[in-house]
């Protein structure tokens, strides 16, 4: 009963403004009247409540309690100190094995810089270089680049998988060499794959304008725009440029995940790659089974308890280490 | 797998073990409370990043102080140490929204945080069913605390428009949440 003389009086615009703060003192000295009345105050903490819960609910459902662990554990272990020190070396090291790469092979003729190196084990990261540009670097990858770039170009090199969003400069070019293609641009976003253990490289444009070419010949290239992915070959050394129709392909980064008309297999697959997990339970699954859905930044668990009731499944996930 | 709210272990022997340098038994704990302190400073705070910084801190401190600590309830502790840091750190921006009248939070936050997931997961497919701009846009206010002409300018549609939907949210809410309530104590009874 109360509920509905509350909804009949109260004014919800009004309401809403006093809750963000975003009432005028007029307003509020009109509110505090309100408030004042009857047993309004009692609706009114009834509301805040409700809206209390819905924060509750909607904050729990995009952490990340993977990432935070790993954070707090980071700082509260004394081996981490060892480990960092280890990466130094092998970062050291790859960065010598690459300058030396660099100068036999490709840069002979020029000075060589000293080269930073900067890879990622569990965790995706950020690097931010100083021309403005972004790298996202996915689990497993690597990227090494000079101290600060030249003149009239700026290179570096990849491993894995990135996102670039590069700033515009159209005097200095940007290139990026990986061991099977070279992509150059001038200013984009695109997402590159280049991981050493499959048969393909892949460049997919958010972005602007991109040129993708074959290592070994310079002649095998294409041009890429927003929207376009082109796939190396590396066995048969076919590049082939097509309409990128993989919405997830920047999932790894940006947790928001889409599915349409999806096989349950394919979205099991994209799911563990995202957030790094094996997925069990997928015995009693029917390779017909279908799943549509949208999650944005939602936790693995989440994810999976939504699928689990929706689908009568029982799929159990565990980190991969 | 790794459902680890739902282990329970008395408080006092999982401290004694931290005490003790046990880190699986801090993981626990961590796991254990994360969430439900996160989404308890948050509704402090109204930013979601700082709500992790602050209770990762906590974690931290906890675990740097652990020798030094005679805790006798995790929960106790955890919670209190959240909020206070949630205080000092609105005092720090001297930015307190102080709209709620009966001022008790925690009494009222403690018996959310720790409620049983089956109602959490209730709220939440409630909520999903607010239409995708509404729900943005309760959650650009509610929870990364963006102003109303700041949420205007990021989806592009007019401050007018925010504050009607932001008030048809807050009706959705209490119409909708009261029927869960009421499903709940069923339950219950």
Known sequence: MAMKKFNKN???????????????SREQIEFDLWLNKDNNINEWNKLLSEVEQAEY???????????????????TTSKTIQTHKRYYLVAVAASIIILIGIFL??????????????????????????????????????????????????????QGEAFF????????????????????????????KDYPNSDYSEVIVKTGIVEVIAHNDSLNKTLLNAGDKAIYNRETNQLTKTENKNINYLSWKTKDISFKKDKMTDAIKLLEEVYNVEISGTEELNPENEISATFEKNTIEHILSTINKSHSLNLEYKIKE | MLKAEHININDGILFEKIKQGDQKAFEQVFRQHYVHLVAFANTILHDTDKAESIVQNVFVKLWEKRKQYQVV????????????????????????RNFRQSADKTQISETMVYSDS????????????????????FKLSRLEGLKYREIAAKLNISPKTVEIQM???????????????????????
């Open chain 1, 10 to 24: 109260i004014d919800w615009n009004l309401a809403g403004k006093v809750i963000s703060g975003e009432a005028s």
């Open chain 1, 57 to 75: 609910a909607l904050t729990s459902e995009s952490i990340d309690i993977e990432r935070a662990w790993k954070s707090v554990r980071n700082k």
């Open chain 1, 105 to 158: 092979f490709i840069d002979w003729h020029r000075t060589p810089q000293h080269l930073f190196t900067f890879s990622t084990q569990n965790l995706v990261e950020q690097v931010n270089l100083k021309d403005g540009s972004s790298v996202d670097l996915n689990r497993h990858s690597s990227i090494s680049l000079p101290e600060s770039f030249n003149t009239n170009k700026r290179t570096l090199e990849l």
């Open chain 1, 165 to 192: 969003d590069i700033k515009r400069n159209e005097k200095i070019p940007f290139v990026i060499h990986t061991k099977h293609i070279t992509i150059k641009v001038l200013g984009t976003s695109f997402n590159v």
């Open chain 2, 73 to 96: 309830s995790l929960k106790g502790y955890l919670m209190i140490a959240v909020k206070n840091s949630c205080n000092n750190e609105i005092k720090r921006l001297q930015q307190e």
């Open chain 2, 118 to 137: 089956w109602v959490m997961d209730k709220i939440s497919s409630i909520i999903n069913q607010l239409p995708e701009q509404r729900k943005k846009i």
């Open chain 2, 167 to 189: 008030g048809k949210a807050l009706k959705f809410l209490r119409e909708n949440l009261v029927e869960l309530k009421k499903q709940v104590y069923h339950i219950l009874w």
